[in-house]
């Protein structure tokens, strides 16, 4: 392990200016559950790492009718346990209660997952459906940036190495729809997902028309990526089991996933079929019942 | 030639209800803490790594993987470790029940097992068998299958062990 | 000591002697043992599987502030014993357990030994290795044994030359040896044969991940005393390895057992110990070395991948006519596989009128393999009992039906040719055959049922131990046997028994190798079988001592008492004539040994044959169509055990074996690609967690073997070797697919019901360095 030192501020202006030591120098951290494991692996060689748990906006914490604002440092734990997360967002309290371990929920955060950028980070898709917006204070200030353009490939995003994550923020879902987030590993737990699949579904209520459709896929590209043709194949029609498997389907054309450890290409593709076609089946009940 | 070794933090921090106050290394995780610097080497290291499980303590009141947290996140802390698990010399009816019902074999796991199972009582007094298998999903057991450790968290649950 | 009685302790749920030591954190494993001034040791892996080394440069390292010592193969002692076996389980030779330890002149695996470093602190120690340069000479990788033998394969021992039965060869190879068994005239019973089934299998490098990673602390006092303190399963057998590589007679070389967190076979040979000595020899401090995960797996000794050909005859009415197979086992770098294991296991359950097999020890570019519970026998029994399965399937007789036709019994052949004596397999066979986990229905779409047998034979060796009687007539039972599966309690439980006292007066004292004369390693199911003989010669023999002195506090002077008068029973010795005092108490006898000597039975398992045994286990699975995913819904393991002597740890062995068994056919593999592993950690070798699991209902049939006070038999390995099988048979009843190759992980099933499906070539995610099949 790199012999780093160690702060943990208590605002935001003292993280700030500590980021500003430079390139590779200075590596924030959540929950630690990645940066602990890369830094002894030394994928990463911190000389020190600022513990952002203690300063208070990132662990700033509201949900209601104009949304959910979730901090960066607040632990996946707290999000899936919560009632209106479960009830508004269920794609991402399911993706945050699957993050690791109890041990390592109780630890990991929101933020860490995001920051740290694996194709295969399972809230990712999740929060990509819901067109979650990233806020981030850097030294030119602070910003707001769609998710969808936050991702950049594995490990990259669009923080500068002198940013600071400091919340998504989750408009509040269409009426009328439904979320779900599946993904698939070889154990029931303690797994990295092979393939996962967050779909939401909007439905009119008079007309049964998708009114809104949202796909999205993790551990099948660079970054977490939304399939867009899937999505425009459903949105303005009354989906059918034969439309749903016709989009899961399709789902798979925005997959570009690689052959390692955890699976092979085609078996990857093969899985987000499946978990496209479960997921949205799964919308669609929940909207009809 | 020298190593530049960062300086030790002095760290203030509740270990089983006593109060410590130690020099830890920046870089050193609770889980080398807790064994180097304050002795208590009840809690095991499985992997290093977050996946085993064999680390966990209570760290706030909330089962973590001591291996994944800086020592100098401790600071002000309430830290609960297996030595710390019997209170005024009786056992918690985990200890008991994880005895009669032969749920540990060589022992290594036992320690965190038994704060994942203290965490799952705490938050659950009667949780289903689904509940407990998920609560201890993030300890690995080589020897005993889990059958026995599963049952001994049950009985207790049931209130069959004081 | 007199006829047989209700037992009191055997046979009972006795908490573990350890138990509270456990559960309050106080006991002390490997990793937990410290000493003032210690060092911390580190060692320098190849990140190469072939490579020369040209040269080794250790002088930036040293320079280093807080570095103490670093040593290099030039450090151990110049070899003087050619070829000294070891034997028992351990199947190397020092030559080989030396390059092991430390590379020579090549590295022969990732993460194979180049160097150690000892340094004031494990961050000082990290930082020297990365400042030792060594100049490597990459070399092409020998990725798997069929590779290995195939002609003009690189070599990865210039000097190795296929052990047969004749003539030594004229060239060297990656074929360490190649052994042959069986009886009869194998084409003359697949010729008489109404159905002959042929299949080959296939099986991965496993771990047999113990959760404590190898740990030890290593001192050398002025005088060159060593004393060594270590996890492992053999005190003496470490004692002799160390000796043996490092010319220390074993009067000065002390090793003290520490608590054992998972050993499985797996913490056998010595690895950190002889560098951890010779650091502190060097340093002059003692030096305390840990592995770290990925070392574990990268330089530990994991369980041989096997290639397996099996062929069966059978006739119509079920009864089999000839049975072949051809096994291929990787040994990792030093020649070792356990074929041995596999040749016992495989079609050890059934009487066979014509029986060959061939077996083949071959070298890579791996680690070098330990054994790993019943070594060879699950490997081989996912061959025998797949293909077994199917010809029950070609006959159209149920599959415990063709193996209850097919039964052996007392009598019948063991594969060695030797005959079996006591064992129970038609009796557990006809537990299975009327049990609900049997007889109930399992129903519902791509849901199925699996059943296979597994056998063994299991080691016997030589154990020993001192029953000692107290002053205060407690007594203490102490040896060198350590305990690696509860023997400290069903030593405790037996000795109570044998000698007819309370539980509670007798405590079991696992010791160093300075402190009990020399017992064999814990393994192979030995130690409770033979532990029962060791310790009733051991009671007999102190209560023949106590008699004697018994017989004196008995006797008047007008009325000698002879010792063959004294009988004892229930804590008393009672003069049977010629005595006014009926009888004096266990107490009041050993309270003599303060002035008449000491009171000490010697127990000794002298040799003893084999006690097999057998199990059969029942898995229930459903498996998702469209992912490939198998779920376990039920699972039942039966098995004969001769007599438990403490049922609840039976229980556990048989959980715990059967665990490991569902991962190593579900999940687990070594993920290589050039040699290089992939997945070194918890994550990616995914071993069974709880939610993978569902309870594992434990049977117990008891068919006492021929030897022992109890009948007791070794347990603890045959419950690995039937749940490959088990679940292969079960996903074929599910979905209609036979799966050839472990493990079923979802993707490989996923491939074989493309296949079947679509006449789709499987692209199985096969381990890259798997050649056939894909
Ligand atoms: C055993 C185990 C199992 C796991 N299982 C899963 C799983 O199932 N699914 C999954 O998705 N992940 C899993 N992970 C990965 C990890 O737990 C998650 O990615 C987690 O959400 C990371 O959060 P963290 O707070 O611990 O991040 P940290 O480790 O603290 O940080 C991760 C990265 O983000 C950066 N960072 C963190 N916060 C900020 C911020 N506010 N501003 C700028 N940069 C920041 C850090 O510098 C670092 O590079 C697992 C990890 C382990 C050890
Ligand atoms: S040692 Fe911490 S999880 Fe394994
Ligand atoms: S009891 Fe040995 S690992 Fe759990």
């Not at chain 3, 056998?268 to 797996?297: D, H, Q, W």
């Amino acid at each position: 392990m790199k012999l780093f030192e160690y702060a943990a501020p208590t605002d935001l202006a003292e993280a700030l200016r500590l980021m500003q030591r430079g390139d590779g120098e200075v590596w924030a951290m959540a929950g630690g559950t990645d940066l602990i494991d890369q830094v002894r692996q030394r994928r990463k060689e911190p000389s020190l790492v600022l513990d952002l748990k203690r300063v208070p906006e990132l662990q700033a914490y509201q949900g209601g009718p104009q949304g959910l604002r979730v901090g960066a440092a607040v632990p996946c734990r707290r999000i899936s346990s919560d009632p209106l997360v479960k009830d508004r967002y269920p794609a991402l309290a399911e993706s945050a209660a699957l993050v690791g371990s109890v041990q390592i929920q109780n630890r990991a955060t929101l933020g860490g997952n995001i920051c740290n950028a694996a194709p295969s980070a399972d809230t990712a898709p999740a929060l990509l459906v819901y067109e979650a917006r990233a806020l981030i204070a850097g030294p030119g200030g602070r910003r707001e940036v769609p998710l969808d353009g936050f991702f950049l490939g594995p490990g990259k995003t669009a923080l500068s190495s002198r940013d600071i994550l400091l919340e998504l923020r989750l408009p509040p879902p269409p009426a009328h729809s439904h979320s779900h987030y599946l993904r698939f590993i070889p154990r029931e737990e303690m797994d990295i997902a092979v393939a996962g699949v967050a779909s939401l579904l909007a439905l009119d209520p008079g007309t049964g028309r998708c009114t809104r459709a949202r796909i999205a896929l993790g551990a099948v590209a660079p970054r977490p990526v939304r399939a867009l043709e899937a999505e425009a194949l459903l949105e303005g029609q009354v989906p059918t089991e034969a439309l749903l498997r016709e989009a899961a389907a399709r789902a798979v054309q925005a997959a570009i996933p690689i052959s390692d450890v955890r699976g092979s290409a085609e078996y990857r593709k093969a899985l987000i079929e499946v978990l496209a076609y479960r997921t949205l089946e799964q919308c669609l009940q929940k909207l009809r019942s | 030639m020298a190593l530049r070794i960062p300086p030790r933090i002095p760290l203030r921090t509740t270990i089983n209800g006593d109060p410590y106050e130690l020099m830890v290394k920046p870089y050193q995780t609770l889980l080398e803490a807790l064994r180097d610097e304050a002795g208590l080497t009840g809690t095991k290291e499985g992997c290093g790594n977050g996946n085993c499980g064999s680390c966990t303590v209570l760290f706030n009141g909330l089962p973590v993987n001591s291996c994944l947290v800086l020592a100098p996140e401790a600071q002000d802390g309430h830290i609960v470790t297996v030595e710390g698990l019997a209170k005024d010399g009786r056992l918690d009816p985990l200890q008991k029940a994880f005895s009669q019902h032969g749920a540990l074999q060589c022992g290594i796991c036992t320690p965190g097992f038994l704060m994942a199972a203290r965490a799952i009582l705490d938050s659950n007094p009667h949780p289903s068998e689904k509940v407990i298998r998920a609560g201890i999903a993030g300890n690995l057991c080589r020897c005993t299958g889990y059958d026995k450790i599963v049952r001994a968290i049950m009985a207790v649950a049931r209130g069959e062990v004081d | 000591m007199t006829g047989r009685k209700e037992p009191r302790y055997v046979g009972k749920r006795v908490i573990k002697a350890d138990a509270l030591e456990k559960v309050t954190g106080a006991a002390l494993f490997g990793a937990d043992a410290r000493l003032p001034g210690m060092l911390h040791g580190k060692v320098l892996r190849s990140p190469h599987p072939h490579a020369r080394i040209r040269a080794i440069d250790c002088g930036k390292a040293l320079e280093l502030e807080g570095v103490k010592a670093v040593v290099t193969v030039a450090d151990l002692p110049p070899f003087e014993e050619a070829k000294a076996a070891f034997g028992g389980e351990l199947m190397i030779d020092q030559v080989h357990l030396r390059k092991l330890t430390i590379a020579h002149d090549k590295a022969l695996f990732e993460g194979h030994a180049i160097a150690a470093v000892a340094a004031t602190s494990p961050e000082v120690a990290e930082a020297a290795l990365e400042l030792i340069q060594v100049d490597y000479e990459l070399l092409p990788v020998v990725e798997n044994a069929l590779d290995a033998m195939k002609e003009g394969a690189p070599l990865l021992h210039e000097d190795l030359y296929t052990d047969t039965l004749g003539e030594r060869p004229k060239a060297p190879s990656n074929i360490a040896s190649i052994i042959e068994g069986g009886w009869g005239d194998v084409d003359k019973g697949f010729a008489e044969a109404d159905v002959v089934l042929e299949k080959s299998y296939e099986t991965q490098m496993v771990h047999q991940g113990y959760i404590e990673p190898q740990a030890c602390l290593a001192s050398v006092d002025a005088d060159g005393n060593v004393t060594v303190w270590v996890s492992t399963q053999g005190t003496f057998n470490a004692q002799r390895q160390l000796s043996a590589l490092l010319m220390i007679p074993l009067h000065k070389l002390n090793v003290v057992p520490l608590e054992i967190g998972g050993g499985f076979g797996g913490k056998i040979y010595v690895m950190l110990e002889t560098l951890a000595i010779l650091l502190a020899r060097k340093s002059g401090r003692p030096v305390k070395m840990v592995m770290t995960r990925a070392e574990v797996f990268r330089g530990t000794g994991p369980g041989s991948p096997a290639y397996i050909d099996v062929k069966i005859g059978a006739k119509r009415d079920g009864h089999l006519t000839a049975c072949y197979a051809k096994m291929i086992l990787d040994a990792g770098a030093f020649p070792g596989s356990p074929v041995a294991g596999a040749f016992m296991v495989g079609f050890a359950p059934y009487k066979m009128p014509h029986f060959k097999q061939e077996g083949y020890d071959v070298v890579t570019n791996k680690p070098r393999v330990q054994a790993y519970r019943a070594p060879g026998g699950t490997a081989v029994a996912f061959a025998v009992e797949s293909a077994l399965d199917q010809v029950a399937e070609a006959l159209g007789i149920d599959p415990l039906e063709l193996r209850r036709i097919n039964a052996v019994e007392e009598g019948d052949l063991m594969t060695s040719g030797q005959k079996y004596n006591r064992i129970g397999l038609k009796q557990l066979l006809e537990r299975v055959a009327q049990h609900p986990a049997w007889t109930q229905p399992s129903s519902g779409p791509n849901r199925g049922r699996g059943l296979a047998l597994g056998a063994w034979q299991g080691a016997v060796l030589t154990t020993t131990a001192q029953v000692i009687a107290n002053t205060d007539g407690t007594v203490t039972v102490v040896t060198g046997q350590v305990d690696v599966t509860g023997t400290r309690t069903t030593i405790q439980q037996m000795t109570a028994e044998l000698l007819e006292l309370p539980l509670e007066l007798v405590k079991v004292n696992v010791v160093d190798t300075h402190s009990a004369p020399y017992t064999d390693l814990s393994a192979g199911s030995r130690t409770t079988y033979t532990m029962s003989v060791a310790l009733k010669n051991g009671c007999q023999d102190l209560v023949a001592h106590m008699k004697r002195l018994a017989a004196d506090l008995l006797s008047h002077p007008e009325s000698k008492v002879r010792p063959e008068d004294v009988n004892y029973s229930n804590g008393r010795f009672w003069a049977s004539r010629g005595s006014e005092q009926p009888s004096v108490s266990w107490r009041e006898v050993a309270e003599r040994s303060r002035t008449r000597g000491p009171l000490v039975g010697q127990g000794n398992s002298g040799r003893l044959p084999p006690a097999p045994t057998f199990a059969a286990h029942v898995a229930d699975v459903e498996v998702d169509q469209e992912t490939g995913k198998v779920r376990l819904l039920r699972y039942t393991c039966f098995q004969e055990v001769g007599k438990a002597i403490n049922p609840q740890q039976v229980e556990g062995q048989m959980q715990g074996g059967a665990g490991q068994g569902i991962g190593w056919g579900l999940f687990e593999y070594y993920f290589y690609q050039q040699g290089k592993l992939l997945n070194p950690t918890f994550l990616d070798y995914r071993m069974p967690t709880a939610l993978d699991l569902p309870m594992l209902d434990s049977v117990l049939v008891e068919v006492p073997a021929s030897e022992g006070p109890f009948g007791a038999r070794g347990v603890g390995e045959v419950p690995i070797v039937p749940p490959a099988a088990a679940l292969a048979n079960a996903i074929y009843r599910a979905v209609g697919v036979r799966m050839s190759r472990l493990p079923m992980t979802p993707e490989n099933v996923y491939w074989a019901l493309q296949e079947k499906g679509a006449g789709v070539t499987p692209r199985g995610h096969a381990p890259v360095s798997s050649s056939r099949g894909s």
